[in-house]
């Protein structure tokens, strides 16, 4: 089990802006794509965006022109830069790396924004 740690969490107002990081603490082969996922409360886990390992990306299309997700060249970290914090954004956020075998789960960051 290869952990995924997830930072950059918090309370913000409606309007600010954060910086999520996703960190693989060891080695994952043959990775297919990141991504990142949110769960609001009482709500299912939804898609916020992902990168394949080429580089293309996608976005849900509540988040497209505020979100933006990147990793490093290394391919072990990914980010998701959050402008344009919304109320309806609040929930947990959690990244995931996918295998061809198997996919990877964090443990989840917090973010709440207040109106």
């Known amino acids: 089990q290869v952990p995924l740690v997830e930072s950059g969490g918090g309370l913000v107002q409606a309007g600010g802006s954060l910086r999520l990081s996703c960190v693989a603490s060891g080695s994952i082969l043959s990775i297919n794509s990141m991504a990142w996922y949110r769960q609001a409360p009482g709500k299912q886990r939804e898609l916020v965006a992902d990168i394949t390992i080429g580089g293309s990306t996608n976005y849900a299309d509540s988040v497209k022109g505020r979100f933006t997700i990147s990793r490093n060249n290394a391919k072990t970290t990914i980010y998701l830069q959050m402008n344009s914090l919304k109320p309806e954004d609040t929930g947990v956020y959690y990244c995931?790396?996918?295998?061809?075998?198997?996919?990877?789960w964090g443990q989840g960051t917090q973010v709440t924004v207040s109106s």
């Open positions: 995931k790396y996918s295998t061809p075998i198997r996919a990877y």
